[in-house]
């Protein structure tokens, strides 16, 4: 890549990336809201975690569709066509909470709709950053991808907080429908460079049925162990992610109030921003697998201190922790995936990527209300088995059977990471392949 393109296109990036940065925003404000509106109006740990579940749910389903659609179509419409999609997703809400209609089951289906077309708009940005950012920057733009939803996860708790008590949810969800208009925005005034194909077959963008392009997918990356492998050790660790994001809030209000649930969010938005910071400014561990597993261990130890007792500090601690490794990992493994694989099949390659790294996030949502209320909670209240033992450690009362839960997905994700390292096609994954080396937007060679 010439310097001139290298800085022309690093502009194009920087331009989508604010306008995504916005809009992660406004999305995170109707998030926190209409959660605790629904935690408020039905008070049950179940209902509240079906919201993540149909979050979650499209994108496992529908990314295969998806996919050849991407490397179809110009990548630059369809993130307008998936901002756009979720903006009336979130209108739609707003009109029906004014109108005094809006139930919990509009939540959950708009939430689906919201995701679906947000299943779009993950491989065509992934695929994007690829055309626009040079190899050795990949890191750091993938860090600063994260940097928008650690922006997120602290000024919306905050944010949302107060502006409920002042605009309510009805302002709050027109907010995140001008961040929408805002991202569109910028993308309306920027181009994107077109990939072109390479002399080699796995290069080339869809030929032939489309049924056949969203094979396509799936056949790369089991034709390749070490890709395969990574994306199964990261499907099991988001299950143990989706545990956590679907009874944290339950877990921190059962010894706590609403507006410490606020600042510990924020702190776990804070621990994103850093972990994003030292992304965008580091870029990553020569060996990006280390910057994968490495912070996989250390997040699996920030599990288990979150779930530790039912005190301020330690939850906030573990949960910064926690949130501070995403970056790395998410940068670290993604850089992987935009360096070996082609450009033009980027899109089909990336939503298979999506489809399985999610598959158990679902399930997860799906098992953890029952598996608390009815298992796990149980153990710890005044009659419970583990009154004695355990809950002499770790406390008792409402929350101490999500907190010990937490334990168990702490040690789980250190066994499942240590694994991994002893799996040689996930620690030499970075060898299997030769790196696609990007020359100039638009252009590629093997």
Do not use: D, Q
């Given at each position: 890549m010439t310097h001139k393109s290298a800085r022309s296109g690093m502009a194009i990036f920087y331009i989508v990336w604010l306008g995504q940065v916005v809009s992660l925003v406004g999305s995170g404000l109707t998030s926190f809201a209409l959660g605790v509106w629904v935690f408020q109006r039905t008070d049950s740990i179940t209902q509240f975690a079906l919201i993540g579940l149909f979050t979650v749910l499209p994108r496992v389903l529908l990314s295969p569709l998806i996919g050849p659609l991407v490397d179809r179509w110009d990548r630059r419409w369809a993130m307008i066509l998936s901002d756009t999609g979720a903006g009336l997703s979130t209108l739609t809400i707003v009109l029906l909470l004014y109108g005094g209609r809006l139930e919990i089951w509009h939540i959950y289906l708009l939430a689906a709709v919201s995701a679906a077309f947000g299943t779009v708009q993950w491989p065509a940005y992934m695929a994007s950053t690829t055309l626009l950012v040079p190899k050795g920057n990949l890191g750091r733009a993938n860090g600063m991808s994260q940097f928008g939803q650690a922006a997120s996860e602290i000024l919306a708790p905050a944010l949302a907080g107060a502006l409920l008590l002042t605009i309510g949810l009805g302002g709050i969800i027109l907010i995140d429908f001008a961040s929408f208009l805002f991202a569109v925005v910028t993308l309306l005034i920027v181009r994107f460079p077109k990939p072109q194909t390479t002399t080699s077959a796995e290069g080339k963008p869809g030929e032939g049925s489309w049924w056949h392009e969203i094979a396509y997918g799936w056949n790369y990356?089991?034709?390749?162990?070490?890709?395969?492998?990574?994306?199964?050790?990261?499907?099991?660790?988001?299950?143990?992610?989706?545990?956590?994001?679907?009874?944290?809030?339950?877990?921190?209000?059962?010894?706590?109030?609403?507006?410490?649930?606020?600042?510990?969010?924020?702190?776990?938005?804070?621990?994103?921003?850093?972990?994003?910071?030292?992304?965008?400014?580091?870029?990553?561990?020569?060996?990006?697998?280390?910057?994968?597993?490495?912070?996989?261990?250390?997040?699996?130890?920030?599990?288990?201190?979150?779930?530790?007792?039912?005190?301020?500090?330690?939850?906030?601690?573990?949960?910064?922790?926690a949130h501070a490794t995403i970056a790395i990992i998410y940068g670290s493994n993604q850089a992987i995936w935009q360096s070996k694989v082609a450009p033009g099949v980027q899109g089909r390659v990336f939503a298979t990527q999506q489809m399985i790294a999610r598959a158990a996030t679902p399930l997860a949502f799906l098992l953890a209300g029952p598996l608390a209320e009815r298992f796990f909670e149980p153990l710890l209240t005044a009659s419970g088995p583990l009154v004695a033992g355990v809950g002499g450690i770790i406390g008792t009362g409402a929350g101490r059977g999500i907190g010990l839960l937490f334990i168990l997905m702490g040690v789980a994700k250190i066994v499942v990471s240590l694994g991994a390292?002893?799996?040689?096609?996930i620690r030499y994954v970075e060898d299997e392949l030769p790196d696609v080396v990007i020359d100039r937007p638009g252009a590629l060679s093997v």
């Open positions: 990356v089991t034709a390749r162990r070490g890709l395969l492998g990574l994306l199964i050790f990261l499907a099991t660790v988001n299950f143990m992610w989706g545990m956590v994001g679907a009874l944290i809030t339950p877990m921190i209000l059962g010894f706590t109030s609403s507006h410490v649930l606020g600042v510990i969010i924020s702190t776990a938005g804070a621990g994103m921003l850093v972990g994003s910071l030292a992304m965008s400014i580091w870029g990553g561990p020569k060996r990006r697998i280390y910057g994968v597993l490495n912070f996989e261990l250390l997040s699996g130890v920030c599990f288990m201190l979150i779930g530790l007792r039912p005190a301020f500090w330690s939850v906030m601690l573990g949960v910064f922790g390292y002893l799996n040689p096609s």
